[in-house]
């Protein structure tokens, strides 16, 4: 790539394709950061709600970081993708869903933003993924954009991962732990040092590596972290069965500099859009790049996730006193987890949703999805309050881990339920204040006599 190297203070024009959650907040991290962005996707409802400062989705802090790139102008929403050709960089900010009836990842949207981009790269420029995508995915769109581009071997391929937690998508975006750099010149390298250059004068570590380890790095972190939420699960159930407290065993592991106390909370499970999803792709690459010894081990990991939403739906069946179809549970929890209104390969969700197809009838409340959850559960049915979930509940199962629902007061809550039964499936309330209001507290990874009925 023959263009001209950035200073460090110098503003870049910046193109981000794809504004769902991930280019979204790129976009306006990256105005935040002084930078000159303008955002593009195809839906006209999501670019003209962005334009606007209507955020799609929950995310916390957001809304003002938007609000504030599109009152500066230096950030704005568009569906034209002609208003990319005059930016430096391009950040490829598409989606990779699982592929239906298979563990792959769908890179159709990755290849539609190549086949409409390229053409349009008429200047020397750095296309960069932030995607999550298969291990060789860099090298085969570097390989196409020669084909496509005007400019040919001056619209060079990078990678930068992106490490967004939902929930706390803008302290990652503005604070992030490491930025990945997968780069295939120091030129390139130089571009996207310019890009985060406030982050990297307040000490944030820069990795630079190549194209494929740059696309490993955000799998990779994944795969690790559903090993980790699997383990402590099937801790958990150990526990259970040997009349252990599973929260005393993690209390002992994390003091352990070895393995540290993140990440270290059982219950029912890991979802969303990334983990499960990652986990499983990276199998089917794995695979195909010849090392099937993975797959036996990360099948078990993903097996051992979706376990803990079948022993969920199990005892919730155990504890009901009368028939199902004349039950009442209340579902406290629609988002994977709190802080979020993403309810993709939600165990809430799925524990909510196989619940009813077995003839429990169910209320689901949620602070932030309900909307999300009614979109693609329609059959269930949605409170506005707690307290309506909960009224006359036979059981009641807490399955997000919204402060909301750990700090609700048990002996007003006890005067609505039918049955005071709960199901602590996040290990977030105060088991001996819920039993002192009367409550029966049954709590994944704690046995019968660590957590008395």
């Not at 460090?8 to 002084?34: D, F």
């Not at 950040?91 to 990779?96: A, Q």
């Not at 944030?204 to 790095?217: G, K, M, N, S």
């Not at 009901?320 to 709190?338: C, H, T």
Request: charged fraction near 25%; aromatic fraction near 4%; include cysteine.
């Amino acid at each position: 790539m023959n263009g001209t190297r950035r200073g460090t203070n110098n503003p870049v024009k910046v193109s981000v394709v794809g504004t769902g959650y991930l280019g979204a907040t790129h976009a306006a991290c990256l105005s935040a950061l002084g930078h000159d962005v303008v955002g593009i996707d195809c839906d006209p409802r999501r670019a003209e709600a962005l334009a606007h400062g209507r955020l799609p989705f929950h995310e916390p802090g957001l809304a003002a970081v938007l609000g504030e790139g599109l009152a500066s102008g230096r950030l704005r929403f568009t569906t034209d993708l002609d208003s990319a050709t005059t930016a430096q960089v391009h950040f490829i900010c598409v989606g990779t869903p699982q592929r239906p009836g298979s563990q792959q990842a769908d890179l159709s949207y990755v290849w539609d933003v190549v086949a409409a981009l390229g053409p349009r790269l008429r200047r020397p420029c750095l296309v960069v993924g932030k995607s999550t995508v298969p291990v060789g995915t860099a090298a085969r769109i570097a390989d196409r954009l020669r084909t496509l581009a005007p400019v040919a071997g001056d619209a060079e391929v990078a990678w930068n991962p992106e490490f967004l937690r939902e929930g706390h998508a803008v302290e990652d975006s503005l604070s992030p732990d490491r930025l990945v750099f997968g780069v295939q010149s120091d030129e390139a390298d130089q571009i996207l040092r310019d890009l985060y250059a406030s982050l990297i004068a307040r000490g944030i570590p820069v990795v630079r590596t190549d194209l494929a380890t740059a696309e490993l790095a955000k799998a990779s972190a994944n795969v690790m972290l559903a090993t980790r939420v699997s383990l402590v699960n099937l801790l958990a159930e150990v526990c259970e069965a040997a009349d252990a407290d599973v929260g005393d065993l993690i209390e002992v592991l994390g003091h352990d500099a070895r393995i540290g106390p993140l990440y270290l909370r059982p219950g029912v499970g890991y979802g969303g859009g990334c983990l499960p999803k990652d986990t499983r792709a990276f199998i089917a690459r794995a695979a195909e790049l010849g090392v099937v010894e993975s797959g036996s081990l990360l099948r078990e990991v993903d097996a051992l996730n979706m376990r803990q939403r079948a022993r969920t739906v199990d005892l919730t069946r155990r504890l009901l006193d009368r028939s199902p179809a004349e039950s009442s549970v209340a579902v406290l929890g629609a988002a994977f987890k709190a802080g979020s209104d993403d309810v993709r390969d939600s165990p809430a969700l799925d524990i909510a949703t196989t619940l009813h197809r077995q003839g429990v009838p169910v209320r689901v409340y949620d602070p932030a999805a309900l909307e999300s959850a009614r979109r693609v559960r329609p059959e269930l049915a949605y409170t506005s309050t707690l307290h309506d979930a909960c009224q006359d509940a036979d059981v009641t199962l807490v399955l997000t881990e919204w402060a909301e629902f750990s700090g609700v007061d048990p002996v007003s809550l006890a005067d609505v339920v039918r049955r005071p039964v709960v199901v602590d499936g996040r290990l977030v309330l105060d088991a001996d204040k819920w039993r002192a209001a009367g409550w029966r507290v049954h709590a994944l990874g704690r046995g019968p006599r660590s957590a008395p009925a």
